[in-house]
């Protein structure tokens, strides 16, 4: 089920008034009513793949239950990595076959070796790559006795399924949501109307931003050899305030929605345009995603560590990982790599964590530096942008070359008026709102609350009449 | 019990708040969404407005070539009484079949006992495509508003709007929607798609030269006659008979375009032949006047032409009436 298609528009308001009003009383109810509309929400798109995260329940349930009754380290281990290579396993089957026997293939046919490849005709079913990383963190955390396995099956299904993020994140630590099961959840006006104000803004991201980003993103990225460098330029301009849209908008509905229900999910993205180097970028960007990787992946591996080099392998590992777990394609990988080389320069020079603030923290506009700053890294990310875009390293790389010349300067024969003054008015009120947990959080409290109101009814107005073609969330696939 | 109460008091006060407030917010924003829907027209796009007229007792039903060339305003000039309506659409969304059938059932006022019915014919309204694996519930055009949208007289039509009206609803308002050429697009209350060119010669012939090109891609596409399709194309004739007369009718297109449609189905116009005695229709072929027209892109004829022959069509039944 979409966030904004009709179906949800109609599955929220049920699923709201039995949680707060049938079974209100009672936690457990609630959480089996959360466990039933989750699977609802996921079978919705495919019914069949419901045993998958039945079966991943199910293995990382068990895993902490055992977990918990020995202390032999070998049997530990033995746990830790049953779950490790179910989940991995699922993950690898479903997202990497085909990319692997295909590459394999290659590899043979580049020594003149020809053979027949294998592939399947396999479905990735949406959100894998979350919900196996949810419960790979909770076998993880009960091993390294950072917490405390569940003994309540409802609870720890729910955490694991829970519907608002279940497909597209954030990936949330079950040493934050799984507690949020056993407490009773109790009805605020305030967090509820919050919440509305993170849907409604996560809405206007995806469909008014991404959606019509896309359309004219699609068009330059398809025909690319058809157009000027400016027009290249724009279409990567395009597709990168697409991803941002798409992917932070499905963020807020999901944390939005959670708020309704009683739950507060991390925030995932902290207004990753703004940054003022690429460090400061992956600080904000997909945060529930990095900070997954660096806990589990980057800090075993050594982390900041040892010697330089052991840190550049690790960035390096850590970079390629995370482009691979993207998507089966070698676009993700070079799309990492190429973060991995941005990011190297200001761990050599230990400037990796120079800007942790918020940019002009206390002024209404960046100093010049600043500015020139942002302007450098935004250009960086929309390059790497292109990788993510592209159908394949050589698409991706001739678009780059034709971007870079001199007819870059002219002017780009696709440039939608409408669209270039949302965009602006969205740069606006992001950089506005950008000490805040999401853009309009408190934006604009300082107006009388019937002006508030009617800022709130423009923005579903132009939501309504601006927005795009309705377009699947990009980060269903990964 | 004190503390429940209370607990219990705020959680009412609270979440009534809640409902009511949000409540109003929504009204408020529907009955805008609703105002801004009202505005949909023919401007809309070119189906819109057929689904929301109300149920008629004579139709033009085909492909848009019929949608486009046939005009019932001079048709109804001719023929006094037949009121007939333009209930065609296109080739991707009307060849023959149930979803089409139904969606006419629903159109049609059911007690019409004298309505006229022309129901263009041309070799893609009768075929099935590559893979396409066609039984009586399975169409690939289920999935399209002529399959979905169950309730066809409906203003504003909300089922067709928001589900298939494919533009920013903004454009509902500016009607400024989807332009290809620079062309006038519309369509009229008595169903007819006006699409008005601004031509030259040259235009014109490349026009038809790149449709040719994209028909000659589209009949690769395509597997042949559908014994289906046909099935249903002479359950539609049948359903249309206890209504009143039933005209079959091929259109005259390019005859480089005619040429590609022999290859889909070689001996169409016998096939016809065979149908329309079989039903006890008269089978109109104009493809033998294709020189005498003139089309905007190689099969859809032009307004003047389109007007002409409506004249002609009306006159033609005017006499197999008598």
């Not at chain 1, 990319?99 to 396999?122: R, W």
């Not at chain 2, 893609?124 to 949208?149: M, R």
């Amino acid at each position: 089920m979409l966030f904004n298609s009709i179906d949800f528009a109609v599955f929220l308001p049920i699923v709201f008034v039995l949680y707060w009003f049938v079974i209100q009383k009672n936690l457990k109810f609630q959480n089996a009513l959360v466990v039933v509309a989750s699977y609802v929400f996921y079978g919705w798109w495919d019914y069949r793949f419901l045993a998958l995260i039945l079966f991943s329940t199910l293995v990382d349930y068990s895993v902490g239950i055992l977990l918990n009754k020995t202390e032999e380290l070998t049997r530990r281990k033995l746990l830790l990595w049953l779950s490790i290579s179910v989940n991995i396993g699922l993950l690898g089957f479903f997202k990497y076959y085909n990319f692997f026997v295909d590459n394999f293939v290659q590899a043979f046919s580049f020594f003149g070796q020809e053979i027949q490849p294998n592939t399947l005709n396999i479905i990735l079913p949406v959100g894998i790559s979350f919900y196996t990383f949810q419960t790979l963190s909770y076998t993880i955390d009960v091993y390294r006795k950072k917490l405390e396995p569940t003994k309540d099956f409802v609870a720890f299904a729910a955490f694991v399924s829970f519907f608002p993020q279940l497909v597209a994140g954030p990936i949330e630590r079950a040493s934050n949501l799984l507690p949020q099961f056993y407490k009773k959840r109790v009805f605020n006006y305030a967090n509820a109307v919050d919440g509305l104000r993170q849907i409604l803004w996560g809405l206007f991201k995806k469909i008014v931003i991404a959606d019509n980003c896309a359309q004219f993103a699609n068009v330059i990225f398809n025909n690319h050899t058809e157009y000027t460098a400016s027009t290249l330029f724009i279409g990567a301009v395009f597709f990168t305030f697409q991803i941002y849209g798409d992917f932070s908008g499905y963020s807020d509905i999901a944390i939005g929605t959670s708020r309704l229900f009683g739950f507060h999910l991390k925030q995932n993205f902290a207004f990753p345009y703004f940054s003022r180097d690429m460090a400061e970028f992956w600080r904000r960007w997909h945060m529930s995603l990095s900070t997954w990787f660096r806990d589990y992946v980057y800090i075993p591996l050594g982390g900041s560590r040892g010697s330089k080099g052991r840190q550049i392998r690790n960035v390096f590992i850590i970079f390629l990982v995370s482009g691979f777990w993207h998507g089966a394609n070698w676009t993700f990988i070079v799309w990492g790599a190429l973060n991995a080389i941005y990011f190297l320069p200001l761990l050599i020079l230990n400037r990796n964590r120079l800007n942790t603030n918020v940019v002009a923290e206390y002024s209404m506009l960046p100093s010049l530096k600043e500015l020139l700053q942002i302007a450098i890294t935004f250009l960086l990310t929309i390059i790497a942008w292109v990788f993510f875009r592209a159908d394949s390293v050589n698409q991706a790389i001739d678009y780059l070359k034709r971007m870079a010349n001199v007819s870059l300067f002219s002017v780009p024969s696709i440039r939608p008026t409408f669209l270039l003054v949302l965009l602006f008015l969205f740069i606006l009120i992001e950089w506005a709102g950008r000490r805040q947990q999401y853009a309009i959080e408190k934006l604009w409290f300082r107006f009388p609350r019937i002006v508030r109101l009617f800022i709130y009814y423009v923005l579903v107005m132009i939501i309504f009449l601006y927005g795009g073609k309705e377009q699947e969330f990009i980060y269903f696939q990964f | 019990m004190e503390e429940k109460n209370r607990n219990s008091f705020i959680f009412n006060f609270n979440m009534k708040r809640f409902i009511v407030h949000i409540g109003i917010f929504l009204a408020v924003v529907g009955l805008s969404c609703y105002v801004v829907l009202y505005q949909a027209d023919g401007a809309t796009d070119a189906f819109y407005v057929k689904f929301t007229s109300p149920k008629q007792q004579s139709l033009i039903i085909g492909s848009s070539r019929a949608a486009q060339g046939l005009h019932p305003k001079v048709i109804n000039q001719n023929l006094p009484n037949a009121h007939i309506y333009n209930y065609a659409f296109s080739r991707v969304h009307t060849p023959y079949g149930k979803p089409y059938l139904e969606s006419i059932k629903e159109k049609l006022e059911t007690n019409t006992t004298n309505g006229i019915f022309i129901v263009e014919v041309n070799p893609w309204s009768i075929s099935s495509k590559k893979g396409e694996e066609l039984d009586d519930e399975n169409f690939s055009e289920n999935a399209s508003y002529l399959g979905k949208v169950k309730n066809v007289t409906a203003k504003p039509n909300l089922t067709y709007l928001l589900n298939f009206y494919g533009g920013r609803n903004v454009e509902i308002i500016t009607k400024k929607g989807t332009n290809y050429h620079g062309e006038t697009l519309f369509v009229h209350d008595d169903g007819w798609f006006e699409v008005s060119l601004k031509d030259t010669e040259q235009k014109n012939k490349n026009r038809i030269k790149s449709t040719l090109g994209s028909y000659k891609k589209i009949r690769e596409e395509y597997k042949g006659i559908s014994d289906v399709r046909l099935d249903y194309l002479e359950q539609t004739i049948r359903f249309l008979k206890k209504h009143g007369d039933v005209f079959l009718l091929r259109l005259p297109i390019d005859t480089r375009m005619m040429r590609i449609e022999d290859t889909l189905i070689p001996d169409f116009d016998v096939q016809m032949e065979i149908l329309a005695n079989k039903t006890e229709v008269k089978y109109l072929n104009l493809i033998p006047k294709n020189r005498d027209y003139h089309y905007n892109d190689g099969h859809h004829l032009n307004i003047q032409d389109g007007r002409l022959l409506s004249k002609s069509i009306a006159d033609s039944i005017q006499y197999y009436k008598k």
